[in-house]
């Protein structure tokens, strides 16, 4: 890791989802949605793929990706 990187206490943590917890590749205090790209700050961080491996700010957003991928995107 350089100096320019944003990882650590305040940047993006690099995590790895686990069945009901997950565990801390790269330490930092957030992650981005996967779907709609939103800060979501670890402690607040509650909906995720462990297939895959991927953080969803809340359980519309986990939906909306389950639609993507079935080919059944939202309209609205």
């Not at 069945?19 to 779907?35: E, I, K, L, N, R």
């Not at 402690?43 to 990706?65: F, I, K, N, T």
Request: glycine share 10%; net charge negative; aromatic share 8%.
């Amino acid at each position: 890791m350089n100096r320019l990187e944003r990882t650590g206490r305040d940047g993006e943590a690099q995590l790895r989802y686990l069945d009901g917890d997950y565990q801390v590749v790269v330490p930092g205090s957030f992650v981005h949605c996967a779907v709609t790209g939103a800060k979501i700050p670890l402690s607040s961080l509650r909906y995720w793929s462990v297939d895959r491996q991927e953080p969803y700010v809340d359980a519309g957003a986990s939906l909306e990706r389950e639609r993507q991928l079935a080919g059944t995107a939202n309209p609205a």
